[in-house]
Structures are given as structure tokens and as C-alpha cells.
């Protein structure tokens, strides 16, 4: 399974931008997602996880009531819609397709990963 991430970008604090991540198969649409990041100096970090049915969701606090991740099971994509973004909110932004049907924050739950998009907050 390949996955695509884009719609990063350079935008400024308070801006909304929306990432999308394409599976290549649809065993995607089985498993849960997950969108991880990785700031310059810092360890990759989880931010938001989806089951296979987008029936839950899951949210590192430091995003929640600002990210929203959804997915749409006919195209094998996944989304990650970002509001408010924050300076601390740059980074490399990540998709992952997870091991079960469910979404994880542990990284080690997840088997495939996109390249990363880059996204840039500036003041």
C-alpha cells in the first residue's frame, strides 16, 4: 500500500488548511488512519486517528477542538482538516494506515506510511 499525503503548505497563524492522504489499494478502507507529525528537533508525534468506519475518532489535546480527521472509504482517503493552526503546529505532517480497524496513537500500531507534507505556520 502507497500512500500520498498533500496539501501542505506555507500559511500563517490563524489560517485553516486541509491535508488529504490517498491509499493506493483499498485495503485502506478496512483499517483504521492516523496523521502523525514530526517537528524539526522533535520526536514524531501523534495527532488524530480514525476507525475503519470513521465511527470514532481520536484527538492528541494539543489539536482537539481545532483538527478534524475524516475519511472517505470510496476514494481510500483520508483527511485531516486544520483550523486555528499555531506556530507549534509546524511540521512534517504524516498518514498511516493502521494494523486493525481501529485508530491508535501509538505509532507502532500503524503498517504503512506516507512521505510526509510539510506544513509551515508563520507568525
Known amino acids: 500500500v502507497q500512500l500520498q499525503a498533500c496539501g501542505g503548505g506555507l500559511v500563517q497563524a490563524g489560517d485553516s488548511l486541509r491535508l488529504s492522504c490517498a491509499a493506493s489499494?483499498?485495503?485502506?478502507?478496512?483499517?483504521?488512519m492516523g496523521w502523525f507529525r514530526q517537528a524539526p528537533g522533535k520526536e514524531r508525534e501523534f495527532v488524530a486517528a480514525?476507525?475503519?468506519?470513521?465511527?470514532?475518532?481520536l484527538y492528541a489535546d494539543s489539536v482537539k477542538g481545532r483538527f478534524t480527521i475524516s475519511r472517505d472509504n470510496a476514494k481510500g482517503t483520508v483527511y485531516l482538516q486544520m483550523n486555528s493552526l499555531k506556530l507549534e503546529d509546524t511540521a512534517v505532517y504524516y498518514c498511516?494506515?493502521?494494523?486493525?480497524?481501529?485508530?491508535?496513537?501509538?505509532?507502532?500500531?500503524?503498517?504503512?506510511w506516507g512521505q510526509g507534507t510539510q506544513i509551515t505556520v508563520s507568525s
Open positions: 498511516a494506515v493502521s494494523r486493525s480497524a481501529w485508530g491508535s496513537s501509538n505509532e507502532y500500531n500503524y503498517q504503512y
Open positions: 480514525i476507525t475503519w468506519n470513521a465511527g470514532n475518532t
Open positions: 489499494r483499498r485495503t485502506s478502507s478496512n483499517n483504521g
